[in-house]
Nanobody
Framework: QVQLVESGGGLVQAGGSLRLSCAASGRTFSSNVMGWFRQAPGKEREFVAVISWSGASTYYGDSVKGRFTISRDNAKNTVYLQMNSLKPEDTAVYYC???????????????WGQGTQVTVSS
């Protein structure tokens, strides 16, 4: 079992920045691939970013590439999502998730957090 708790969401103006954190507990965090997804009202849950267990490999969704950065600190059992140049269309509930392989598909993730709301005003 892996428990995931996101934090850091909030209200920000367009062009601003936020950093989300996801604290993990339970099964060995450093062996997990970690991903971020988001879901806006009335839309499907969308892939945002993924990071390998070592942090050496990352991959981003097209809509956030160049603006968001995923990172992890295995000593703190935490994964981060730095979000810069935020746009109103980034408004969503953001979820972190854990997987055993490097994937962008939500069905490939075994554990999910409860989500944190990010709202970007224009």
């Amino acid at each position: 079992q892996v428990q995931l708790v996101e934090s850091g969401g909030g209200l920000v103006q367009a062009g601003g920045s936020l950093r989300l954190s996801c604290a993990a507990s339970g099964r060995t965090f450093s062996s997990n691939v970690m991903g971020w997804f988001r879901q806006a009202p009335g839309k499907e849950r969308e892939f945002v970013a993924v990071i390998s267990w070592s942090g050496a490999s990352t991959y981003y969704g097209d809509s956030v590439k160049g603006r968001f950065t995923i990172s992890r600190d295995n000593a703190k059992n935490t994964v981060y999502l730095q979000m810069n140049s935020l746009k109103p269309e980034d408004t969503a509930v953001y979820y972190c998730a854990a997987a055993t392989r490097f994937t962008v598909t939500k069905s490939g993730y075994d554990y999910w957090g409860q989500g944190t709301q990010v709202t970007v005003s224009s």
